[in-house]
């Protein structure tokens, strides 16, 4: 079975993400797709999560579908003794380099949508979460999400 534009840049996008090295403050996280309930006495931290989101269509006046797909994405590390906000910001950080870091293939535009903490949680939890949502953009020919527009 062939892939569509979009499969092709979510893998692009964990690709990425799964290959940067120049992770500081996360470390060397373990990319997965999709979401799961993630233990903290369970599984290995850090762990980012690449989650595609619906997209957007415009017919274009050439006889092509533009594409705006959300991906969110999120990162669940271990506080241990850091500051929870002061930790926060410097995986928010990293997350958007990461993220920004190399345009997928098909894709003719990726931007940064938004992003910050995802839970400020009481004392008893361990893990942090951080999410940002990004924008990509891409163009098919109208009823066929496997050819880009050229």
Known sequence: MAD??????????????DGYASFTVIGFPTVVRGYENYDPDVHEFPIIAVM???ENIERTTYGSYQC??????????KIGSNNPS???????????TAALSSTPSGASDMVYA??????????SKTVLTVGISIEVTYETDIGDPYTLTT
């Open 68 to 77: 705006t797909m959300q991906v969110d994405i999120y990162c669940l590390v």
């Open 114 to 123: 938004n992003g910050g903490i995802d839970d400020y949680m009481d004392l």
């Open 86 to 96: 002061e930790l926060a910001e410097a995986v928010l950080g990293e997350l958007i």
């Open 52 to 54: 595609p989101r619906q």
């Open 4 to 17: 569509t534009i979009r499969e092709k840049i979510i893998a692009g996008i964990v690709s990425t993400l």
